[in-house]
């Protein structure tokens, strides 16, 4: 049976008529997915730290540079193994262009017949499509192959014209080296990933030894030692990270004193002596840091400020020389400052993702001792040396 | 995790509490000496102090002839300086040495006459009294007589005997040289049949409070006893408190039968020879090199010694209570071993030994 044209038109009219869209939940979901990320949250984690710390990002953006370094490129294409594009100038560039011009004649042919060969030194080198039936190896035409293509030799490549490059004039270095800068890469990629953006949380131990809190010239000293803990959060603020945390320290002295010796009138006279040898001093901490990081390497400005909290002590009295009283316990810090600040640098070091161990040199703003009463002249701003161990959960 | 860092956080908290605080103190104050003399001796400067120089601060009680004496000495290498002060109101032992004492000190001086007789003559039944032996302080003083050159407070008995060869012990207590706040004396009728009325006739109205005790066994507190006594001799005792303080202890001696062997209250006669007292007299003794001086002797008839303050200061060694004396002294010094006097003036401030 033939359908008329008026017919057919009013069987499609209708069809659209009674048509019913058919929801389903994986349609949501595939929308969902194309919908752009919830940064909320991290915004505003940003935006508080931003407020809180605004004064140090000032004094930090001094450290910042800009543009020295090329953007990394999330590379979307797997290279064949053991190629390595790098970027050769100058006397390599002018190089791939004479051997590209002298071998193809259009930009369309050198497009076809460019193929690169995988060496294991990092070396790549251009050949003819007529050499490589000659070879053993092959290069695959996948699509990998046709970015490369696309790439202009002059940025990403090594393109060398075997007959007028020698391969031996190549050092170990700059045949090792491309190999190392991969895995730096590689670490890079895995830091600046769409994973390590996130907010990320972290715990580190720290161990110190700095100068000494009062300096008696009548006495050796060895050194202050400290210990302390710590935690907080990292937040990547493109190449910076900015990491808060709270944790305690306890510093240990060395012949940190105080001796009095007072004469007592009476029937007679009695000479009362009391001495107070401090053993250590627990604080609060806040250290907040602005570090730059390459590769594994990370070099930071530190800021701790800090509240003392408590300090344990021996307190002896003697009268003409017979002891009244001997006790260990804890006292309050009067006569420490209450607060403390610390500034100082770091450097540090990434054993993988999970792990860093760094070193920091940090210098005590403000006189930590408040009084007039220790053995020995007070130091005003005593400096440590750090060693610390941080772990980054959530990786 | 949250979990084990709350409980790492606990544990340490915890630990942290449980040691022992320590009060870091104030550093203590030098203090300044607290005894001192500084003043001039002629036309020497002296600065004695104690805790300069080995300069050390002792005190010590001594009683002389039964009257507390109140002593402090401050020595260093150089100097020895001693003060003395007798005790003064006797019968006002109610009252602490303390409060008693005055603002104006004299100094003691030394007396070349008795202060008190003792003798059979003083009694009203003299004439059936053969012989009365005295002892003064457990010590035999005389036959008959015996004199008191000394001030103090003194312990006498008397051994009577009688003309009928009848004997007994009266004892009773003296306060030679120095003030009396009462002038009380006991009086008795003998009535037959060992009747006894004994009373005090100093006027009612200034005791406080009185007891009776027939040889030592308390008998009435009231103003007059009426015991009923045996054919023996008795000690009738009166005991005695006045309003102002004043607190004695009287004795008689009476016989049950017989209204001529008895011995009156001696005491009564305590303060009728010699008028001048001893009352907180003081007495400085200064050695430098060495030589002694004092004061006693020593023409001080204008010399003053005025307290300006009395405060309490500590205990010493031996636990007793120790004041600091503050007095300003203007005195002479006669070297004992010579006729050498030397003029001192100057501010002291002595430690006394005060129960």
């Known amino acids: 049976m033939s359908w008329s044209d008026d017919e057919i038109d009013k069987l499609v009219r209708d069809a659209f008529n009674e048509q019913t869209f058919e929801f389903r939940n994986e349609y949501w979901q595939d929308i969902e997915k194309q919908l752009p990320v919830n940064n909320r949250r991290k915004s505003r984690a940003i935006f508080y730290a931003a407020v809180m710390l605004a004064s140090l990002i000032s004094i930090g953006y001094g450290l910042f540079f800009h543009g020295n370094r090329p953007a990394m490129t999330e590379s979307k294409f797997k290279l064949p193994h053991n190629v390595v594009a790098k970027a050769q100038k100058n006397e390599q560039t002018s190089q791939n262009n004479h051997f590209l011009d002298t071998h193809f004649t259009s930009n369309s042919e050198r497009n076809q017949h460019l193929h690169i060969e995988p060496i294991e030194h990092g070396i790549s080198t251009a050949i003819s499509p007529a050499d490589v039936e000659n070879t053993s190896a092959k290069a695959t035409p996948d699509d990998s192959f046709i970015e490369l293509a696309n790439i202009k030799p002059s940025n990403s490549f090594a393109v060398v014209n075997t007959d007028s490059y020698s391969v031996d004039s ?12 991969n895995q730096l890469e590689n670490s890079n990629r895995i830091l600046n990933s769409s994973n390590a953006s996130k907010i990320r949380y972290w715990t580190e131990t720290v161990a110190g030894i700095g100068h000494i809190w009062a300096n008696d010239q009548t006495e050796s000293h060895f050194a202050n030692t400290s210990v302390g803990f710590n935690a907080g959060i990292q937040l990547p603020l493109n190449r910076i990270t900015l990491s808060l945390g709270a944790g305690f320290k306890s510093t240990f002295f060395d012949k940190l004193t105080i001796n009095e010796r007072t004469k007592i009138y009476g029937f007679g006279v009695d000479q009362l002596e009391n001495t107070y040898t401090f053993k ?51 006292a309050n810090v009067s006569l420490f400052q209450k607060y403390s600040l610390e500034t100082g640098i770091g450097y540090d070091y990434y054993i993988n993702e999970k792990l860093k161990v760094g070193l920091r040199c940090n210098i005590q703003m403000l006189q930590p001792i408040a009084s007039d009463r220790f053995t020995g002249t007070p130091v005003k701003n005593p400096f440590e040396g750090q060693l610390y161990i941080r772990r980054i959960l959530g990786l | 995790m949250m979990t084990y860092k709350l409980a790492i956080i606990a544990i340490l908290a915890s630990a942290f509490s449980a040691c022992k605080k320590i009060n870091i103190e104030d550093p203590v104050a030098q203090s300044a000496p607290v005894f001192k003399v500084h003043g001039t001796l002629g036309e020497t400067t002296i600065d004695l102090e104690a805790g300069e120089n080995n300069g050390i601060m002792q005190t010590k009680d001594t009683v ?23 005790d003064g109101d006797i019968d006002l032992q109610s009252v602490p040495f303390i409060h008693k004492l005055p603002e104006n ?24 009294i053969q012989e009365i032996k005295w002892y003064i302080n457990g010590e035999m003083a005389g036959i008959d007589k015996a004199v008191i050159s000394s001030p103090g407070h003194y312990m006498i008995d008397a051994h009577v005997t009688f ?9 009773n207590d003296l306060i030679v040289g120095y003030k009396n706040h009462h002038t009380s004396s006991i009086h008795h009728v003998l009535y037959e049949g060992g009747h006894l009325k004994v009373w005090i006739d100093e006027e009612t109205s200034e005791f406080q409070s009185i007891k009776w005790y027939v040889d030592g066994e308390y008998e009435s507190s009231q103003f007059e006893c009426n015991p009923i006594i045996s054919n023996d001799f008795h000690v009738i005792t009166a005991e005695f408190m006045f309003k102002n303080g004043a607190k004695r202890r009287k004795s008689i001696l009476v016989h049950g039968n017989n209204t001529q062997t008895f011995l009156e209250d001696f005491s009564a006669y305590e303060n009728i020879f010699f008028k001048q007292k001893w009352d907180y007299t003081t ?5 430098k090199d060495g030589k002694t001086y004092s004061t006693y002797n020593a023409p001080n008839v204008t010399s003053t010694f005025h307290i300006l303050g009395k405060n309490y200061y500590g205990k010493n060694a031996s636990g007793k209570a120790v004041h600091v004396l503050n007095a300003a002294v203007d005195c002479m010094f006669k070297n004992i071993n010579g006729s050498e006097t030397i003029p001192f003036s100057g501010t002291i401030f002595i430690g006394i030994e005060i129960p």
């Not at chain 1, 190549?170 to 800068?181: G, N, R, T």
């Not at chain 2, 109140?70 to 002060?85: C, M, P, Q, V, W």
């Not at chain 2, 007396?111 to 003798?119: A, W």
């Open chain 1, 170 to 181: 190549l050092s170990a270095k700059d045949a090792i080296f491309p190999q190392v800068e």
């Open chain 1, 280 to 330: 250590s001093l627990v604080s609060l901490t806040l250290p907040v840091s602005l570090s730059y990081t390459f590769g594994r390497h990370s070099l930071s400005f530190n800021l701790t400020p800090g509240a003392n909290v408590s300090c344990s002590l021996n307190k002896t009295q003697y009268m003409n020389g017979n002891k009244l009283s001997d006790q260990n316990g804890v």
């Open chain 2, 64 to 86: 002389i002839n039964g009257v507390t004496c109140f002593k402090g000495n401050l020595s260093d290498k150089t100097y020895e300086f001693e003060l003395s002060i007798l």
């Open chain 2, 105 to 128: 000190l004299p100094f003691g001086f030394g007396c070349n006459q008795p202060l008190m007789f003792l003798s059979k003559d003083i009694f009203s039944n003299k004439q059936v």
């Open chain 2, 163 to 171: 003309t009928n060869g009848s004997s007994a012990t009266l004892s």
């Open chain 2, 283 to 287: 007495q400085i003794i200064l050695k």
